[in-house]
């Protein structure tokens, strides 16, 4: 079925290819504004074709496949096509000037997204992404929220705009998290977040805590750590880092045609700016000076319990199954 799936979205891509050829090129006829946004505008053309036609195959499938997995997981549940409650889309960030809805995921390349986008947006005057603080990047008024706006503005944005998400195998991402804001020492961000959440977590799921621990909260153990995150007895134990994709970008309401993933992030970053008819900036490459997370899941989940690993699948599960990602990805096994 897979080798099925690619072969059908090759098929789709040339056909789409020949079509955009012919409406381009096909009589004197004046092109919508649709059909200059996909196919072309006197400044920028877009092509099916080229050095990026394996991401272009790749979005594409990615979106066919989250329609999909929402229908088999979700059935005839109604996800509603009305915008009853406009804070459920406050991590999707507006771009007006290339019609461009992004839902942000914290420990997913948000901040570099956002670097990207100000630079794109002109919100920053050079064009290195890298040059601008992460904590501007990240800064309240720097982007519109889409919950921020009318419900009638909503639905239209949701209906005509590009819409772009970037996932991550959810029990990467937790690690993620929990080295970059509770193991971390002596950085302003995981300061914050030890003394927020790292004290609570001792002081609830640590016997005979040490009088430093218990002040500093900055020795959180990461089986502690997913006691807390797994704990649904308070609300207090969720965060945007660790919330699940599917609570704070509602896949299977927001239609999103572009699908990113984290493994392929350069790639389709590339594909995403070029499909914006952005040419003045280069998405960041991953740095190689420093272990990626992907190479320390062994360390960390082998600490856990069979029924801390239980908790943790049914808190992600939708992340898992929505996107496309297993357990034996991270642990070898899957938990029954």
């Keep these: 079925m897979t080798g099925c799936r690619a072969w059908g979205t090759v098929l789709l891509i040339l ?31 877009y092509s099916w074709t080229g050095p990026n036609a394996l991401a272009r195959s790749a979005l594409l499938e990615r979106q066919e496949r989250l329609q999909y997995n929402c229908e088999e ?12 409650n406009p804070e459920i889309f406050r991590n999707i960030l507006v771009d007006e000037q290339h019609e461009l809805l992004y839902c942000y995921v914290p420990k997913v390349a948000c901040t570099n997204w956002k670097r990207v986008l100000m630079v794109a947006t002109g919100k920053w ?19 519109q929220r889409l919950s921020n706006y009318t419900t009638p503005e909503i639905a239209r944005m949701l209906a005509s705009y590009d819409k772009l998400i970037v996932v991550r195998h959810p029990l990467e991402r937790l690690l993620s998290a929990y080295r970059n804001k509770l193991e971390a020492k002596h950085e302003k961000s995981s300061i914050y977040f030890q003394t927020r959440f790292g004290k609570k977590i001792i002081k609830r799921y640590r016997q005979n805590a040490t009088e430093q621990s218990l002040r500093n909260g900055d020795d959180v153990t990461f089986r502690e750590f997913v006691e807390f995150v797994t704990d649904d007895s308070s609300n207090e134990t969720r965060n945007e880092h660790w919330k ?16 990113s993933k984290y493994e392929s992030l350069v790639e389709d970053a ?20 420093s272990e ?9 989940y082998s600490t856990l319990t069979y029924k ?18 297993s357990l034996e990805d991270v642990l070898g096994f899957s938990v029954a």
């Design 15 to 45: 056909i789409v290819s020949i079509s955009t050829v012919r409406a381009i090129t096909v009589g004197d006829r004046t092109l919508t504004n649709d059909e200059k946004k996909w196919f072309g505008t006197e400044n920028f053309m």
């Design 73 to 84: 997981i979700l059935g005839d549940v109604d996800t509603g096509n009305e915008v009853t």
């Design 125 to 143: 005057p050079g064009n290195d992404p890298m040059e601008i603080p992460a904590d501007q990047a990240h800064s309240q008024g720097t982007f």
């Design 244 to 259: 699940p994709i599917y609570e704070l970008c509602q896949p299977c309401l927001v239609n999103y045609n572009l699908v």
């Design 270 to 289: 590339t594909e995403v700016l070029e499909r914006m008819g952005v040419e003045s900036v280069n998405f960041p490459a991953k740095p190689t000076n």
């Design 292 to 300: 990626p997370t992907s190479k320390k899941l062994e360390k960390y």
């Design 308 to 325: 801390q690993l239980r908790k943790l699948v049914d808190l992600y599960k939708l992340d898992l199954r929505l996107f496309d990602y």
